[in-house]
C-alpha cells in the first residue's frame, strides 16, 4: 500500500500493476483469495487485523490499489469509523462508477488516503483514476492509461524521497522500453536502488516496518492474474480472475 506502480503493455488494453505493501513485520496478512460480495467475485490478500485490503481485482474487469495519506502526512486521530483498506474492498465490489461511488461515499471517519482504480472493458481500458482523500476534500483525476505511473505513500516518504524513486522509475522505464515483462517489474520492486535502507523499494526501518509483501496484477488474454509475494515467510501465491 505504500509504492505503487502502473506499466501498460503494447498488446491492446494491456498493464501491469504492481504494488509493494510497508507494514510492521508482524501485522499478519492472509494471501489472496476468491471472495465473493453479493453478485461480484474478488481476489484480494487480506489484512487480518482490519479485514480489508490494499488491492483487489474483480470478476467485471476492475482493480482498485490503495496508498496510505494524501498529500502531505496527515495529524492521526485516535480512532476512525471505517477503515481504508475496507473502502477499498466495499470500492472493488461496487456495481457504481468510481467516480458516483467516491461523491456519495461519507468519508468524514475515514483515515486520508489515494485510490487507484482501473477498469476494463473487453480489449481497452475503459477508465483509469485517482481519488485522493484528504481527510476534508475530495480529489478525483483521470488518468493516461497509456502512460507509465508512480506512486509513493506520503506518510512514508518525503517529497524528496518521492522525487528520488520516480527517476528510479523513469530510469528503469528507459533502459527497458519495448521489452517491460512482469517479471522484469518485480525485480524493480524488489531492487536495491539506494545504499539508504530506509528509502529503498525494499524498504528497512526501526521498529519492523518493512516491505512485508509485493502484489502485482497482470492484465492478459481478457483475464487478471494476481501475483502475490510474501517476503517474511517466502511464499508465493497466483490466483486468475
Not at 34 to 40: A, N
Not at 113 to 141: N, P, Q, V
Request: glycine share 6%.
Amino acid at each position: 500500500m505504500c509504492t505503487v506502480s502502473y506499466i501498460p503493455k503494447k498488446s491492446a488494453g494491456g498493464f501491469v500493476l504492481t504494488s509493494n505493501r510497508d507494514e510492521k513485520a508482524f501485522r499478519t496478512t492472509v494471501p489472496p483469495l476468491l471472495y465473493e460480495q453479493g453478485t461480484t467475485k474478488l481476489v484480494f490478500p487480506k489484512d487480518e487485523k482490519a479485514g480489508g485490503s490494499w488491492i483487489a481485482a474483480n470478476n467485471n474487469g476492475r482493480i482498485c490499489c490503495l496508498l496510505n495519506g494524501a498529500f502531505a502526512v496527515h495529524e492521526k486521530k485516535s480512532k476512525y469509523l471505517q477503515s481504508r483498506g475496507n473502502v477499498l474492498v466495499e470500492l472493488a465490489s461496487s456495481p457504481k462508477t468510481p467516480e458516483l461511488y467516491f461523491t456519495e461515499k461519507d468519508l468524514s471517519e475515514v483515515e486520508p488516503f489515494t485510490i487507484i482504480s482501473i477498469e476494463k472493458m473487453e480489449s481497452e481500458i475503459s477508465h483509469f483514476s485517482e481519488f485522493i482523500w484528504d481527510g476534508a476534500i475530495k480529489y478525483f483525476r483521470m488518468l493516461n492509461s497509456k502512460k507509465p505511473h508512480i506512486w509513493s505513500s506520503v506518510t512514508l516518504y518525503n517529497e524528496e524521497h518521492r522525487n528520488l524513486r520516480r527517476q528510479w522509475f523513469n530510469q528503469f522505464i528507459a533502459e527497458n522500453n519495448g521489452s517491460i515483462s512482469s517479471e522484469i517489474i518485480i525485480q524493480f520492486h524488489a531492487g536495491t536502488h539506494t545504499s539508504n535502507k530506509s528509502i529503498n523499494m525494499l524498504m528497512e526501518r526501526e521498529g519492523g516496518l518493512k516491505t512485508v509483501s509485493i502484489t502485482q496484477v497482470v492484465s492478459e488474454n481478457g483475464k487478471f492474474r494476481m501475483d502475490y509475494f510474501d517476503l517474511n515467510n517466502r511464499q508465493n501465491t497466483s490466483i486468475k480472475i
